[in-house]
């Protein structure tokens, strides 16, 4: 894999461009849609991922600012395609079961 290397010291592009964690396979959208969807301060990503350093992530932060179009951008074009293949696939048989039941709405 060929690794570019960005202004922030733990923040690398993959040979399709995108934003990774140096040292690491994880995507810098992956941290920012985990902090959007906990709420997790700097020190619980730590807790929550103890194999990244307290610099990792601080720098990741400062690239996802430095960059928050492009990433939020990212971020939507992922959830708009999770949510198409989603309904695509319809509800599921356990659900349709569940709902039979007055389990699920």
Known sequence: ??????????VQLDERG?????????KITELIEAQMAYGWSPEEIHFQHPYLSMSQIHSSLAYYWDHKAEIDADIEQRFEYAEGMRKQAGSSPLAARLRAQGLLK
């Open 1 to 10: 894999m060929t690794l570019t290397t960005t202004e922030h010291k733990y």
């Open 18 to 26: 995108i934003p990774i964690i140096a040292g690491t396979t994880m």
